[in-house]
């Protein structure tokens, strides 16, 4: 009996200490606290954006982002910018509800209350996608530093398109144009979800010219005097001058990492040789995690 009364709390501790080595390792209680912190809680979707936007300007009804204090990697240029949600939209998916928030702003001079910026100057894009779950929401995905635009200025909400890349494949997509130096370009730019934790950006160029640059080879762009027969013709192999007529998302086509093929038919001249309505496939690249315009595409790398 004696033996029974002895052996029953040290079988107990063993299997308490049995049970123990089951739980997450931690020491104290206080660590035990941080480790049930740690775990992602629900929250509202302007909670989740205030994570990225922490300053909120009543005054200009909008996030104060500053580029500079964040220290980005992903802009070239800084600056503060005024950011504002322009688009949400909501999909059930595989993963289940899923929230697909935009935020664009300008380069913003929030002492005088206006946008500003010169020519080297971009606006920024914020892309945030979110998945619901019990008593709220919790990011997915998120992609809040992204130059866009020119001379200071994000693409207008009435540029933008919510597009279906893929079997729960979504995104945003806005056409942009540049005009510099004699080279002149417009290029599709998408924010594409892989419908787990990444964003990937894709650009597309669809219109191209250097005519402005080459005077169009009617005069030299240096003396302005009208160019030689030779003069001309060296000229005119160098010119260049595509568009792109249409943009398709192949959804019948088979996907890669489930993002269907983009199709776009080209027309124009690159030197000597001409294209009509001349279809050219852009398949999405899994391990860059875009769409990569190929090398026999005519206005690639122009």
């Known amino acids: 009996m004696i033996m029974q009364k002895l052996l029953f709390p040290i079988l107990l ?24 912190k740690a775990a992602p809680q629900p929250q509202t979707p302007q909670q989740i954006v205030q994570r990225y936007y922490r300053q909120y300007s009543q005054q200009h009804r909008c996030y104060r982002v500053d580029i500079d204090a964040l220290n980005v990697t992903e802009t070239s240029f800084g600056g503060e910018y005024c950011m504002r949600q322009i688009k949400s939209e909501i999909r059930q998916t595989t993963q289940g509800k899923l929230m697909y928030l935009l935020y664009t702003g300008d380069n913003f001079d929030f002492n005088r209350g206006e946008s500003i910026g010169g020519r080297v100057q971009s606006g920024l894009a914020g892309i945030f996608v979110l998945k619901q779950v019990s008593g709220g929401w919790q990011p997915l995905a998120v992609r809040a530093y992204n130059q866009i635009g020119t001379y200071g200025y994000a693409p207008e909400a009435k540029y933008w398109s919510f597009l279906r890349f893929g079997k729960d494949r979504w ?46 080879c009617q005069t030299n762009p240096d003396s302005d005097k009208p160019l030689t027969t030779a003069e001309r013709r060296e000229c005119r192999a160098k010119w260049y001058r595509l568009t792109t007529s249409s943009f398709r998302i192949l959804t019948h086509a088979s996907p890669n990492a489930g993002f269907y093929p983009l199709r776009l038919s080209v027309s124009g001249f690159n030197g000597f040789k001409h294209y009509r309505n001349q279809a050219f496939i852009i398949h999405y690249d899994a391990a860059a995690g875009e769409y990569t315009m190929p090398t026999d595409y005519p206005l690639a790398n122009k």
């Open 13 to 36: 501790f063993a299997a308490v200490g049995s049970f123990a080595q089951t739980l997450p390792q931690v020491k104290t209680f206080s660590s035990y606290r941080r480790f049930i």
């Open 171 to 216: 995104g945003f997509m806005t056409p942009m144009s540049y005009l510099s130096d004699g080279y002149s370009s417009s290029e599709y730019i998408l924010f594409t979800h892989n419908g787990a934790g990444k964003i990937g950006r894709s650009t597309i160029t669809s219109n191209t010219t250097n005519g402005y640059g080459l005077n169009n």
